[in-house]
């Protein structure tokens, strides 16, 4: 089973606009967290926001925030008004806390975000 | 302060070749991470390393690969007789002893293996 599935192969969205990636995940573990990384063109993965499982707020980081509902199983990323430099391919990542899986990131397969002019 | 740093960035091998890759992790970081990406698809986790020692390598493929992470320099991924399905995007992250669960792990920029 998908720990993680991210059903927005590619999204579009204008320049200045929000734009909302979704993320559910599955976990039976009662501690866990929830990152986001971009991954421009040129490849590497760069760090966005951390949602804890047990934070009572939602994450936020500059213009991104994270839309954490935790009964739905969902961590979905927000972009506020978007710039042309967020045009990437952008992952959902879980870490499993207590469940000794030696703290790797399960990672989804990705949207790819396309920031229009 | 220098992030991870991983050599080459890219490498093409033969099929039947032997590919070899580095990872530095940051100044620090006792904690290494060796990840694959497939063309369009998501990271996924190989092997775990702490100097001298493997934690986990559950998401390694049991033949050909292999992964050290010696007292003293880089750890290294090693692929022997590379195949074209090797061809991939491979991915090290570091942490430090004892990572909280909210620290993100840092990446290095990749190694594009490539094999002709």
């Known amino acids: 089973a998908q720990k993680i599935t991210q059903t927005q192969p590619g999204m579009f969205v204008q320049e200045k606009e929000a734009v909302t990636l979704d993320c559910t995940y599955d976990?039976?573990?009662?501690?866990?967290?929830l990152f986001w990384y971009k991954q421009p063109s040129s490849g590497e993965m760069i760090f966005l926001i951390y949602?804890?499982?047990?934070?009572?707020q939602n994450a936020t980081e500059g213009r991104y925030s994270l839309n954490f509902q935790k009964a739905r199983k969902s961590a979905n990323l927000v972009i506020s008004a978007s710039q042309l430099g967020d045009s990437a391919m952008y992952f959902c990542a879980m870490r499993e806390i207590s469940s000794g899986s030696a703290r790797q990131l399960t990672f989804g397969s990705g949207t790819q975000l396309t920031v229009l002019p | 302060n220098a992030g991870v740093m991983q050599n080459p960035r890219h490498l093409v091998r033969r099929r039947g070749q032997e590919a070899r890759l580095r990872c530095s992790p940051m100044?620090?970081?006792?904690?290494v991470y060796w990840y694959r990406q497939l063309p369009e698809e998501g990271l996924k986790f190989m092997v775990y390393l702490q100097k001298e020692n493997i934690i986990d390598e559950s998401g390694m493929p049991k033949e050909r690969f292999s992964a050290e992470f010696p007292k003293e320099g880089p750890s290294i991924l090693r692929i022997q007789q590379v195949v074209r399905g090797d061809s991939a995007a491979y991915f090290c992250?570091?942490?430090?002893?004892?990572?909280?669960?909210?620290?993100?792990?840092?990446f290095g920029d990749g190694t594009r293996l490539s094999i002709l």
């Open positions: 976990t039976s573990d009662p501690s866990y967290g």
């Open positions: 949602q804890g499982s047990y934070d009572q």
């Open positions: 992250a570091s942490s430090p002893l004892g990572q909280g669960a909210n620290q993100p792990q840092h």
């Open positions: 100044k620090g970081h006792s904690h």
